[in-house]
């Protein structure tokens, strides 16, 4: 069983571009979770789909910050345009809630100049 | 609302020390508990989970008993490798929640010396 899938692994770009971070999820979990980890405010949640529907996006920074889930395969975060402080390293987890395991893709590490 | 309290890092350890990373919880009902561990460059991974009271999750080593009357699930290890060195995350995942995400504390830096 593969796991959590995230791409690119890492991303440099400068301020002012679009980002795309894209997440293939393992089959069989109908939960997907979007994270932000940075040094100063840890592991934050930003959104999370249940059965491909957004069900919280509460934790979304700004309007810059979009994510799709179009099938049960697939899933994008979207930052437009991107800034400095939008450095971080982004992680899709995916789940069955409740007592069940999240499972953690390796992240992808952005880097806005 | 639900929230998970650890202690602040960073901990560092001689190798072959004992371990123990404090965990604590508030939360209605007797919520799933868990902790993870983040090695360098990678995403968290479950370590191990005990879902109601009294239970003992267990692996590779690490230890931790949910204790409902102290609201704790204090993570322990009796000989730290320096491979353990990660960051640990103590999560909850609050009662009858269905699919909803799980609350993480701000996790722990773990360093082991040889």
């Known amino acids: 069983d593969a796991g959590v899938i995230q791409s690119p692994r890492h991303e440099v770009t400068e301020m002012g571009q679009e980002v795309t971070l894209r997440c293939k999820p393992i089959?069989?979990?109908?939960?997907l979770f979007w994270y932000r980890q940075t040094m100063m405010r840890g592991l934050e949640l930003l959104i999370y789909?249940?059965?491909?529907?957004?069900?919280?996006d509460s934790g979304m920074p700004e309007d810059r910050f979009s994510a799709k889930m179009p099938n049960a395969s697939f899933s994008t975060l979207k930052i437009q345009p991107s800034e400095p402080r939008d450095s971080a390293v982004y992680f899709c987890?995916?789940?069955?809630?409740?007592?069940?395991?999240?499972?953690f893709g390796p992240g992808t590490r952005l880097t806005v100049l | 609302g639900d929230s998970v309290t650890q202690m602040e890092g960073p901990v560092t350890l001689s190798e072959e020390a004992f371990l123990t990373i404090n965990c604590t919880y508030t939360?209605?009902?007797?919520?799933?508990l868990f902790w993870y561990v983040q090695y360098p460059g990678e995403g968290l991974q479950l370590l191990l989970k005990?879902?109601?009271?009294?239970d003992k999750g267990s692996n590779k080593g690490f230890e931790a008993t949910y204790r409902k009357e102290t609201t704790s699930f204090h993570l322990e290890k009796g000989s730290v490798q320096v491979s353990d060195s990660a960051v640990y995350f103590c999560?909850?995942?609050?009662?009858?929640?269905?699919?909803?995400?799980?609350?993480f504390g701000k996790g722990t830096r773990l360093s082991v010396i040889a």
């Open positions: 789909f249940n059965n491909n529907v957004p069900i919280d």
């Open positions: 089959s069989g979990h109908n939960s």
């Open positions: 987890a995916m789940g069955a809630g409740g007592a069940d395991t999240q499972y």
């Open positions: 939360a209605t009902g007797y919520p799933s």
């Open positions: 005990a879902t109601k009271a009294d």
């Open positions: 999560a909850l995942s609050p009662p009858g929640s269905g699919n909803t995400p799980l609350v």
